[in-house]
């Protein structure tokens, strides 16, 4: 009975992955009518591949948690992604082609010389950029009601982290680093610590404890953490120096001016403990009205209940700004913003990290990991300043 319960779900799985791997199998094997022998050694590869992507993906991500098996199924999934994407723009490609009177196999040759060399480019781009450390974007934010004292107060923010299977603790004091050099007042983790528990992962968490910031660390849970162990993270964050904002807010003061820092949890967290689940009313509850509030909330789809209750700035990650070109798209049907900074109703403006590291598949294709610093300027008028990279 609990075979057929899931039954639906497992087909659909199966569905997708056989798409995943049947249009680059066509595109690249099939349709140039390659030898006999080159088309049965491939498409046994694709078998294999397919065979062994679902058993990887369980084996690693699955109650046994074998983190070799994770990092193998991961990278399977990222070049099986970059490949189909490929396959799907060569093909779209290949009337061009025909009107240009090259025949059939040629053709079809072309289209599968390109769309391997170009996927397996981008597979090695990808690796690179997901593995450095990230550039540092700079953008200055414009506060309305933000006092004087407050002008130039500088916020660095890290998002998505995802410390797992990979061992990054040396990317991690890298990151630190990069943070301390920024010289921030405060800084900020808008969530997905690290996928697993923290006995898995704290030797890759725990060099965050070196980032400096006078006026506070500020640390709220993605979704991934719920997936995994939250009370623990949020305990093992606290015992690293920087404070959890679960639906609850501090105020930080400079030149003699304030502002709200607030944070409230993801959606994920719903029902699972008490007093988990975004409750924005409950983080904002006690403080003063006429102080502005610069939020943390790790989706940006929060963004409409923090636009209703009137927060000056949300600050999210989440989106990873797509992380592997086209899933931008995909993420775009469930998320109203990408990256970067954007304005909804009145006075809410929402600043969108393309995060620190990466999820699942070890690349990331057109979409640049950020460590941010944000520089929130005192304005009657609210106008953003535009963002602007420093390598």
Not at 43 to 60: E, Q
Not at 125 to 133: K, L, P, S, T
Not at 176 to 201: F, I, K, T
Request: contains cysteine; aromatic residues 6%.
């Amino acid at each position: 009975m609990r075979l057929l319960r899931y039954a639906p779900r497992l087909l659909q799985v199966l569905a997708i992955l056989a798409l995943l791997f049947l249009l680059p199998w066509w595109t690249l094997l099939a349709s140039p009518t390659w030898p006999t022998s080159v088309l049965a050694a491939g498409t046994a590869v694709f078998v294999l591949a397919f065979l062994g992507l679902p058993t990887l993906m369980f084996l690693g991500h699955g109650p046994r948690q074998l983190d070799a098996a994770a990092r193998a199924g991961d990278t399977l999934l990222g070049v099986t992604w970059v490949l189909f994407s490929w396959s799907v723009i060569g093909n779209i490609a290949r009337p061009a082609l025909l009107l240009a009177g090259v025949p059939n196999p040629t053709r079809a040759r072309i289209v599968a010389v390109a769309v391997l060399v170009i996927a397996l480019a981008l597979v090695v781009y990808g690796v690179i950029e997901a593995r450095r450390v990230p550039r540092v974007r700079t953008v200055e934010v414009a506060i309305p009601d933000l006092g004087p004292g407050l002008d130039g107060l500088r916020v660095a923010v890290i998002a998505d982290t995802h410390f797992g299977p990979i061992d990054r603790k040396r990317w991690s004091e890298k990151v630190v680093e990069v943070v301390n050099g920024l010289n921030p007042e405060m800084a900020c983790h808008v969530g997905d610590l690290a996928d697993g528990s923290v006995a898995r992962r704290r030797a890759q968490v725990d060099p965050l404890a070196g980032v400096r910031a006078e006026l506070g660390k500020f640390y709220v849970v993605g979704n991934h953490e719920h997936f995994g162990e939250a009370p623990g993270w949020l305990s093992r964050m606290t015992e690293l120096g920087w404070e959890p904002l679960v639906n609850r807010h501090r105020v930080v003061c400079r030149g003699g001016d304030r502002l709200v820092v607030a944070g409230t949890d993801d959606p994920a967290g719903a029902g699972k403990m008490p007093g988990h689940g975004p409750d924005l009313e409950a983080a904002l509850a006690g403080a003063d009205p006429e102080v502005p509030v610069l939020l943390l909330a790790h989706q940006p789809r929060q963004v409409a209940e923090a636009a209703r209750l009137g927060v000056a700035l949300q600050i999210s990650g989440h989106t990873h700004g797509g992380q592997i070109w086209p899933f931008h798209y995909l993420v775009s049907i469930e998320q109203p913003v990408l990256a970067g900074l954007s304005r909804h109703g009145q006075r809410t403006q929402l600043y969108t990290s393309r995060g620190t590291g990466f999820w699942g598949p070890p690349l990331r294709v057109f979409a640049p990991s950020e460590i941010t610093l944000l520089i929130l300027r005192a304005s009657d008028q609210g106008h953003a300043q535009p963002g602007h990279d420093n390598s």
